[in-house]
């Protein structure tokens, strides 16, 4: 998909925009996901136990949140970091909606997973590293659940769509893109946010499309400000890592918001998120310009 896209997608007609007025919504009760409105799904990086859930997921909540993350299963780049604990960690997510009312998010990492985790989860989320694991993408196509398909650290946004097309194609037409932050040269963040991937994912496809500032940014202090990016390019919602104490997380601590900073940071994106009800962005048409960029 070069920057003069020319309309032509048949390698993700599925989710692709073709009439002006469809896109995709996701309801998960009475939450509505691609409707204009900004949900906020936050939580610690991993499940690690019942006490940091449960004080996490009623902090989150009581601060705006509609829906629960955390990692049962953590696909760790290395093999002596914190792996999950499992079904356990599902347990407990179950637990914490119960008490909470909170919608779960939380990662799959194998198709011989998927449906113990559907058993848990309201949303299925496909990690970086897994956007292109083609059998997952098939399993989650048979799966009678929302997924939140992350993009790839090192993919274009026309491989994230056609993995998307993959699980639409296989039956599941529910999903939702999140732009987590791409691998370039630049170090001084984690990874580097692609904000103009929102506008551009948006104009080209009906599907809602969120914003994960935590592993975008890798850093605490850098957050906050990504996340008022998001609201200013009419994303539709985040996806954002908190902890009790995040010093003492087992993994991604440096990135997560205590819970001040987290009720900090919803409260601050309020303005920005009223301006943008009042002056909603058209979304830009990309169209054929000819020639090369
Ligand atoms: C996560 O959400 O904790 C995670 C592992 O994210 P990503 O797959 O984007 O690295
Ligand atoms: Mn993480």
Redesign the pocket.
Same mark, same amino acid.
């Not at 007609?13 to 996901?33: G, K, P, S």
């Not at 499992?86 to 407990?92: D, H, I, S, T």
């Not at 946004?157 to 987590?180: D, K, M, T, W």
């Given at each position: 998909m070069n920057p003069h896209w020319n309309g032509q997608f048949s390698c993700f007609d599925l989710v692709a925009r073709n009439d002006e007025q469809f896109r995709t919504l996701i309801r998960i009760r009475d939450i509505v996901i691609g409707d204009g409105h900004f949900v906020v799904m936050a939580g610690p990086?991993a499940v690690e136990s019942e006490l940091q859930l449960m004080r996490t997921a009623e902090a989150v909540a009581s601060a705006g949140a509609r829906i629960l993350r955390g990692?049962a299963f !953590?696909?760790r780049s290395s093999p002596y970091s914190f792996q999950g604990l499992g079904l356990e960690g599902l347990k407990l997510l179950a637990k914490a909606r119960a008490a909470t009312g909170l919608a779960i998010v939380t990662?799959v990492m194998s198709p011989e997973d998927a449906p113990q985790v559907a058993e848990y989860a309201d949303i299925m989320?496909v990690?970086?590293?897994s956007m292109q694991n083609y059998a997952l993408l098939e399993a989650l196509g048979r799966c009678p659940r929302p997924v939140l398909l !992350?993009r790839g650290m090192t993919c274009r946004l026309e491989e994230l769509l056609e993995s998307a097309q993959v699980i639409a194609l296989n039956g599941n037409p529910e999903i939702i893109l999140c732009e987590?932050g791409i691998r370039t040269f630049e170090i001084a963040t984690r990874n580097t946010l692609d904000i103009a991937a929102v506008p551009v994912l948006k104009a080209v496809s009906h599907l809602p499309v969120i914003v994960?500032p935590s592993?975008a940014a890798g850093l605490q202090a850098l957050v906050p400000v990504l996340a008022r990016a998001a609201v200013a390019v009419e994303a539709d919602g985040l996806?954002v890592e908190v902890h009790p104490c995040p010093e003492k997380a087992l993994s991604?601590g440096i990135q997560s918001l205590t819970f001040d900073q987290f009720r900090s940071m919803m409260q601050d994106l309020q303005p920005y998120l009223a301006l943008r009800a009042k002056h909603p962005e058209p979304l830009p048409e990309l169209v054929y310009a000819g020639g090369s960029a």
């Amino acid at each position: 998909m070069n920057p003069h896209w020319n309309g032509q997608f048949s390698c993700f007609d599925l989710v692709a925009r073709n009439d002006e007025q469809f896109r995709t919504l996701i309801r998960i009760r009475d939450i509505v996901i691609g409707d204009g409105h900004f949900v906020v799904m936050a939580g610690p990086c991993a499940v690690e136990s019942e006490l940091q859930l449960m004080r996490t997921a009623e902090a989150v909540a009581s601060a705006g949140a509609r829906i629960l993350r955390g990692g049962a299963f !953590k696909p760790r780049s290395s093999p002596y970091s914190f792996q999950g604990l499992g079904l356990e960690g599902l347990k407990l997510l179950a637990k914490a909606r119960a008490a909470t009312g909170l919608a779960i998010v939380t990662e799959v990492m194998s198709p011989e997973d998927a449906p113990q985790v559907a058993e848990y989860a309201d949303i299925m989320q496909v990690g970086t590293r897994s956007m292109q694991n083609y059998a997952l993408l098939e399993a989650l196509g048979r799966c009678p659940r929302p997924v939140l398909l !992350k993009r790839g650290m090192t993919c274009r946004l026309e491989e994230l769509l056609e993995s998307a097309q993959v699980i639409a194609l296989n039956g599941n037409p529910e999903i939702i893109l999140c732009e987590r932050g791409i691998r370039t040269f630049e170090i001084a963040t984690r990874n580097t946010l692609d904000i103009a991937a929102v506008p551009v994912l948006k104009a080209v496809s009906h599907l809602p499309v969120i914003v994960d500032p935590s592993h975008a940014a890798g850093l605490q202090a850098l957050v906050p400000v990504l996340a008022r990016a998001a609201v200013a390019v009419e994303a539709d919602g985040l996806l954002v890592e908190v902890h009790p104490c995040p010093e003492k997380a087992l993994s991604d601590g440096i990135q997560s918001l205590t819970f001040d900073q987290f009720r900090s940071m919803m409260q601050d994106l309020q303005p920005y998120l009223a301006l943008r009800a009042k002056h909603p962005e058209p979304l830009p048409e990309l169209v054929y310009a000819g020639g090369s960029a």
